[in-house]
Protein backbone atom coordinates (compact mmCIF):
# COMPACT_ATOMS: atom_id res chain seq x y z
CA UNK A 1 0.00 0.00 0.00
CA UNK A 2 1.80 3.13 -1.02
CA UNK A 3 2.23 5.99 1.52
CA UNK A 4 1.17 9.57 1.43
CA UNK A 5 2.19 12.41 3.88
CA UNK A 6 -0.24 15.56 3.11
CA UNK A 7 0.43 18.46 4.37
CA UNK A 8 -2.51 21.10 4.25
CA UNK A 9 -3.31 23.17 7.69
CA UNK A 10 -7.01 23.81 7.05
CA UNK A 11 -8.34 21.16 8.69
CA UNK A 12 -11.81 20.47 6.85
CA UNK A 13 -9.65 20.46 3.88
CA UNK A 14 -7.11 18.14 5.09
CA UNK A 15 -10.20 15.70 6.55
CA UNK A 16 -11.54 15.53 3.22
CA UNK A 17 -8.43 14.66 1.27
CA UNK A 18 -7.19 12.67 4.03
CA UNK A 19 -10.34 9.89 3.45
CA UNK A 20 -10.53 10.49 -0.35
CA UNK A 21 -6.63 9.19 -0.32
CA UNK A 22 -7.44 6.27 2.28
CA UNK A 23 -10.68 5.03 0.40
CA UNK A 24 -8.08 4.58 -3.25
CA UNK A 25 -6.13 2.44 -0.96
CA UNK A 26 -3.17 4.68 0.50
CA UNK A 27 -1.57 4.73 3.75
CA UNK A 28 -1.67 8.12 4.48
CA UNK A 29 -0.39 10.80 7.30
CA UNK A 30 -2.21 13.84 7.23
CA UNK A 31 -0.39 17.08 9.22
CA UNK A 32 -1.16 20.91 9.20
CA UNK A 33 2.57 22.43 8.75
CA UNK A 34 5.81 21.34 7.55
CA UNK A 35 7.31 21.30 11.02
CA UNK A 36 4.93 18.23 11.74
CA UNK A 37 5.79 16.83 8.22
CA UNK A 38 9.21 16.76 9.30
CA UNK A 39 8.93 15.25 12.80
CA UNK A 40 6.65 12.61 10.71
CA UNK A 41 9.25 12.14 7.48
CA UNK A 42 11.87 11.31 10.50
CA UNK A 43 10.14 7.95 11.16
CA UNK A 44 10.75 7.24 7.15
CA UNK A 45 10.44 8.75 4.40
CA UNK A 46 6.52 8.34 2.58
CA UNK A 47 6.16 7.24 -0.67
CA UNK A 48 4.69 10.65 -1.85
CA UNK A 49 4.21 14.11 -0.19
CA UNK A 50 1.82 16.66 -1.18
CA UNK A 51 2.28 19.68 0.18
CA UNK A 52 -0.41 22.54 0.53
CA UNK A 53 2.49 25.26 -0.17
CA UNK A 54 -0.51 28.48 0.05
CA UNK A 55 0.41 31.05 1.35
CA UNK A 56 3.37 29.75 3.06
CA UNK A 57 7.05 31.75 2.26
CA UNK A 58 9.94 29.13 2.62
CA UNK A 59 13.39 30.67 2.56
CA UNK A 60 16.50 28.00 3.59
CA UNK A 61 14.83 26.88 7.17
CA UNK A 62 12.94 29.58 7.84
CA UNK A 63 9.17 28.91 7.33
CA UNK A 64 6.15 31.61 7.95
CA UNK A 65 2.46 31.07 7.76
CA UNK A 66 0.60 34.09 7.66
CA UNK A 67 -2.69 32.68 7.53
CA UNK A 68 -2.14 30.16 10.65
CA UNK A 69 0.26 32.86 12.38
CA UNK A 70 3.25 30.93 12.74
CA UNK A 71 6.88 30.86 11.51
CA UNK A 72 9.16 28.09 12.47
CA UNK A 73 13.07 27.87 12.25
CA UNK A 74 14.47 24.61 11.25
CA UNK A 75 11.55 22.92 11.98
CA UNK A 76 11.01 24.48 15.89
CA UNK A 77 8.47 27.05 16.07
CA UNK A 78 9.30 30.73 16.93
CA UNK A 79 8.02 32.25 19.59
CA UNK A 80 6.91 35.72 17.88
CA UNK A 81 4.05 38.25 19.45
CA UNK A 82 2.21 39.37 16.98
CA UNK A 83 3.61 42.54 15.85
CA UNK A 84 6.71 40.77 15.12
CA UNK A 85 5.20 38.11 12.85
CA UNK A 86 3.26 41.09 11.34
CA UNK A 87 7.01 42.78 10.54
CA UNK A 88 8.25 39.10 9.13
CA UNK A 89 5.42 38.79 7.06
CA UNK A 90 5.62 42.74 5.71
CA UNK A 91 9.22 42.30 4.82
CA UNK A 92 8.44 39.03 3.06
CA UNK A 93 6.81 40.63 0.75
CA UNK A 94 9.21 43.46 -0.27
CA UNK A 95 12.15 41.40 -0.84
CA UNK A 96 15.74 42.45 -1.45
CA UNK A 97 14.20 46.05 -0.93
CA UNK A 98 14.55 48.51 1.72
CA UNK A 99 11.22 49.33 3.40
CA UNK A 100 11.11 52.36 5.08
CA UNK A 101 10.79 53.08 8.69
CA UNK A 102 7.74 55.22 7.61
CA UNK A 103 6.39 52.00 5.15
CA UNK A 104 6.49 50.08 8.68
CA UNK A 105 4.56 52.21 10.89
CA UNK A 106 2.05 52.23 8.06
CA UNK A 107 1.59 49.08 7.64
CA UNK A 108 2.68 47.36 10.61
CA UNK A 109 2.21 50.30 13.63
CA UNK A 110 -0.91 51.42 12.76
CA UNK A 111 -1.92 52.91 16.03
CA UNK A 112 -0.97 56.45 16.57
CA UNK A 113 0.81 56.84 19.62
CA UNK A 114 3.68 58.59 20.52
CA UNK A 115 6.25 55.47 21.69
CA UNK A 116 6.23 53.50 18.13
CA UNK A 117 9.46 54.32 16.72
CA UNK A 118 10.71 52.87 19.96
CA UNK A 119 8.67 50.42 20.11
CA UNK A 120 9.79 49.42 16.61
CA UNK A 121 13.20 49.62 17.65
CA UNK A 122 12.62 46.92 20.26
CA UNK A 123 10.17 44.86 17.45
CA UNK A 124 12.77 44.73 15.02
CA UNK A 125 15.62 44.09 17.45
CA UNK A 126 13.92 41.10 18.73
CA UNK A 127 12.78 39.65 15.64
CA UNK A 128 16.79 39.97 14.38
CA UNK A 129 17.57 37.94 17.95
CA UNK A 130 14.99 35.32 17.25
CA UNK A 131 15.99 34.72 13.60
CA UNK A 132 19.12 33.41 14.96
CA UNK A 133 22.11 35.82 13.92
CA UNK A 134 23.55 38.81 15.47
CA UNK A 135 23.84 42.46 14.11
CA UNK A 136 26.95 41.73 12.92
CA UNK A 137 25.89 38.53 10.88
CA UNK A 138 22.14 38.70 10.48
CA UNK A 139 20.14 36.03 8.97
CA UNK A 140 16.92 37.05 6.67
CA UNK A 141 16.73 40.59 8.24
CA UNK A 142 19.08 43.57 7.48
CA UNK A 143 18.75 46.78 8.84
CA UNK A 144 19.97 50.07 7.16
CA UNK A 145 20.94 52.39 9.75
CA UNK A 146 18.25 55.51 9.59
CA UNK A 147 16.24 54.34 6.94
CA UNK A 148 14.53 51.08 7.69
CA UNK A 149 14.97 47.07 7.31
CA UNK A 150 14.82 44.99 4.34
CA UNK A 151 15.02 41.29 4.05
CA UNK A 152 17.27 39.13 1.38
CA UNK A 153 16.63 35.92 0.17
CA UNK A 154 12.52 36.21 0.47
CA UNK A 155 11.15 35.37 -2.85
CA UNK A 156 8.59 38.09 -3.81
Known sequence: MPSV???EDDEAIRSVLRRALAEAGHSVVAVGTAAQALRETAAGAPDLVVLDHGPQVVVDALEINPRMREATLHGEPLELTWRELDLLVYLTKRPDGIVTRRDLFEHVCSESYKGCD???NVHLSRLR????KTAVNPA???MA???GATSHGFPG
Open 118 to 120: LTL
Open 129 to 132: RKLG
Open 5 to 7: LFV
Open 145 to 147: RGV
Open 140 to 142: YLH
